[in-house]
């Protein structure tokens, strides 16, 4: 079982896309260009580039939480969703195996609370979340076969406003918290119930559906850094 829990979110196209604008990422700070950017992130650029890669390679894993009893599943398919494309594994099973995506759950996960804790934004980060994740959980969608999906755009437009009205000198980490941990918990979280239902053979959390969201996020937090905030943030 556990052998068919490792595959990509999205399919090869679209998944080259995020490798493709990783890669303009660490062009762009080994040119320096953005090397004040990560000192307002409150990380430096090597950890910066294990950040970007690490969520790109640990989006293959997927750790089994639990299965869920569900509908005969759909699987080996390709499902579109607001012109996106996700891949719906292949496993011959009558249940739903409930999974936790490395690399678009956990690495995020861990990223947020280091931020929070490094700048003491409870109150902000706590705002930041819910709201993304009200605004996350009217957009998201559940796919049959697949699991719940978000339209791409959606947590990244919306992470960018709200960091900036909370707070400018501390808009990219809260873009990066809100934005990651509001996605997971408005997509995925708020919407177990649903899962067992939708005859998906893997639900991930952080994976198909969300990923490329959250991915998108953490880069949009480095830009609003670059952008907007040329002063390096206080730590607590």
């Known amino acids: 079982m556990h052998s068919h829990v490792h595959y990509l979110p999205l399919t090869p196209g679209f998944f080259s896309i995020l490798v493709f604008a990783a890669v303009v990422l660490v062009v762009l700070i080994q040119l320096r260009i ?11 650029p090597g950890v910066a580039l294990l950040l970007l890669f690490g969520s790109l390679i640990g989006s293959y894993f ?12 759909r699987s080996g398919e390709i499902v579109d969703f607001f012109g996106m494309r996700y891949v719906v594994p292949y496993l011959a099973s009558p249940s739903t195996i409930l999974a936790v ?23 902000r980060a706590a705002i930041a979340t ?20 978000v339209p791409v755009f959606v947590p990244v437009v919306a992470t960018a406003i709200l960091a900036l009205l ?3 000198e501390y808009a990219a980490p809260l873009a990066y918290i809100g934005g990651s941990t509001g ?3 408005g997509a995925d979280l708020l919407n177990l119930d649903k899962i067992g239902s939708l005859g998906a053979p893997i639900a991930s959390i952080g994976g198909a559906g969300t990923f490329d969201g959250i991915f998108l996020t953490g880069i949009l937090a480095v830009l609003i850094a670059g952008v907007v905030a040329p002063a390096r ?3 607590a």
């Open 166 to 168: 909370l707070s400018r």
């Open 130 to 149: 819910i709201v993304i994740a009200a605004i996350v959980h009217a957009s998201a969608t559940p796919v049959r076969g697949m699991g719940i999906a």
């Open 34 to 44: 953005l090397r004040y950017a990560y000192m307002r992130l409150g990380i430096g």
């Open 233 to 235: 943030p206080r730590p």
């Open 183 to 185: 996605t997971l918990l």
């Open 62 to 73: 997927n750790i089994p939480i639990t299965v869920l009893p569900g509908p005969p599943v």
């Open 101 to 123: 995506n490395v690399g678009g759950a956990v690495i995020p996960a861990v990223m947020s609370a280091y931020l929070m804790l490094r700048y003491q934004l409870w109150l």
